[in-house]
């Protein structure tokens, strides 16, 4: 086995164990921060949400007051505004959305799904739980889902209490059957925000190409240099020395001097060899002397 293809194969070795190592660590930080993306952008959304329902609250609401008394505007309502306000978005943005999930909605569009419902029923189960956190497969990729749990207060009941206290025009418009009946303190609903997986963990997947890509790149170039610089600073002059020897071996004391250029310890060798075949030379012109 040649020397080059020695050093070449640890080489490999070496780069082999070390790019599977750094790969594998590049690829759990990637992923950790594609999953910290994704739940960045559900916290913004949950955000935006209660942004949307703060200034219907303080702003809008109070300016449609008046015009309430002869009929109800639900742009008044800010649980009805975070949700128009995501409807629009999704317009633009269809694998993200956004639902004021509710078990007895007063609009029949809040209401939740089996597994919406899922998750209010543990929020209702277990008090202390404000967040929950999971993934599902929905028609648009998987998705990561944030849910946080809708509460009643003294402040809602007079619409969602009993018919009878609800302003008449709510009843006019909504009717008495449903998104009545709740109690304070209950959780009556999810906020429930998806967020696409997908686009996260493609560009983590192109931020892993790509370093392994430059890694390799790196490595070949490295090899070459390693090869060339070898190839004439050791192998080279270590052949041309082997042949110089094998020559004089056979008595041909025509071949040329060793080479003792190159290489520090390449060109001692050299040097060396040179001193031993000029001693060797004239040991054996006095052995034919001496005869
Ligand atoms: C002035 C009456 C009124 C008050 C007060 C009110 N709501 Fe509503 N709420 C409504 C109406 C009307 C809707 C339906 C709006 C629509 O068409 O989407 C609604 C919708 C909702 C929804 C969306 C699900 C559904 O029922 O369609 C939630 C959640 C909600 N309200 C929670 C609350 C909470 C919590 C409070 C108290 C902090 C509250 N509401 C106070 C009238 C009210």
Same mark, same amino acid.
């Given at each position: 086995?040649?020397?080059?293809?020695?050093?070449?194969?640890?080489?490999?070795? =070496?780069?082999?164990? !070390? +790019? #599977?190592?750094?790969? &594998?660590? @590049? %690829? /759990?930080?990637?992923?950790?921060?594609?999953?910290? *993306?994704?739940?960045?952008?559900?916290?913004?959304?949950?955000?935006?949400?209660?942004?949307?329902?703060?200034?219907?609250?303080?702003?809008?609401?109070?300016?449609?007051?008046?015009?309430?008394?002869?009929?109800?505007?639900?742009?008044? =309502?800010?649980?009805? !505004? +975070? #949700?128009?306000?995501? &409807?629009? @978005? %999704? /317009?633009?943005?269809?694998?993200?959305?956004?639902? *004021?999930?509710?078990?007895?909605?007063?609009?029949?569009?809040?209401?939740?799904?089996?597994?919406?419902?899922?998750?209010?029923?543990?929020?209702?189960?277990?008090?202390?739980?404000?967040?929950?956190?999971?993934?599902?497969?929905?028609?648009?990729?998987?998705?990561?889902?944030?849910?946080?749990?809708?509460?009643?207060? /003294?402040?809602?009941?007079?619409?969602?209490?009993?018919?009878?206290?609800?302003?008449?025009?709510?009843?006019?418009?909504?009717?008495?059957?449903?998104?009545?009946?709740?109690?304070?303190?209950?959780?009556?609903?999810?906020?429930?925000?998806?967020?696409?997986?997908?686009?996260?963990?493609?560009?983590?997947?192109?931020?892993?190409?790509?370093?392994?890509?430059?890694?390799?790149?790196?490595?070949?170039?490295?090899?070459?240099?390693?090869?060339?610089?070898?190839?004439?600073?050791?192998v080279r002059p270590v052949r041309r020395m082997a042949q110089i020897a094998d020559r004089l071996s056979v008595g041909d004391y025509s071949a040329p001097d060793f080479p003792s250029h190159g290489g520090a310890e390449?060109?001692?060798l050299g040097t060396s060899f040179n001193r031993m075949r000029r001693s060797l030379d004239k040991a054996l012109k006095m052995l034919e002397t001496q005869r």
């Amino acid at each position: 086995m040649s020397l080059l293809f020695r050093i070449n194969l640890v080489l490999v070795a =070496v780069f082999a164990v !070390a +790019a #599977t190592l750094t790969g &594998l660590a @590049l %690829r /759990a930080v990637l992923q950790t921060n594609a999953q910290r *993306e994704i739940r960045a952008e559900a916290q913004l959304m949950i955000d935006s949400a209660l942004a949307a329902r703060d200034y219907t609250a303080s702003e809008v609401a109070p300016l449609l007051h008046a015009q309430m008394q002869h009929e109800f505007l639900p742009q008044s =309502v800010a649980f009805y !505004a +975070a #949700t128009e306000h995501f &409807l629009r @978005l %999704r /317009a633009s943005r269809p694998d993200y959305s956004y639902q *004021e999930a509710t078990l007895n909605p007063m609009n029949p569009r809040d209401r939740a799904t089996d597994w919406q419902a899922d998750i209010i029923q543990r929020f209702r189960n277990e008090p202390g739980m404000h967040e929950f956190v999971g993934e599902r497969d929905t028609p648009m990729g998987r998705s990561l889902y944030l849910a946080r749990p809708i509460r009643a207060s /003294a402040d809602c009941m007079p619409c969602h209490s009993v018919p009878a206290q609800a302003p008449p025009t709510l009843l006019a418009r909504y009717g008495s059957n449903n998104g009545f009946g709740w109690q304070v303190g209950e959780v009556v609903g999810a906020q429930v925000v998806s967020v696409p997986i997908a686009h996260a963990e493609a560009s983590a997947a192109r931020a892993f190409g790509a370093f392994l890509l430059a890694l390799a790149t790196a490595f070949v170039a490295l090899l070459i240099i390693v090869n060339v610089v070898l190839y004439t600073l050791v192998v080279r002059p270590v052949r041309r020395m082997a042949q110089i020897a094998d020559r004089l071996s056979v008595g041909d004391y025509s071949a040329p001097d060793f080479p003792s250029h190159g290489g520090a310890e390449i060109a001692a060798l050299g040097t060396s060899f040179n001193r031993m075949r000029r001693s060797l030379d004239k040991a054996l012109k006095m052995l034919e002397t001496q005869r």
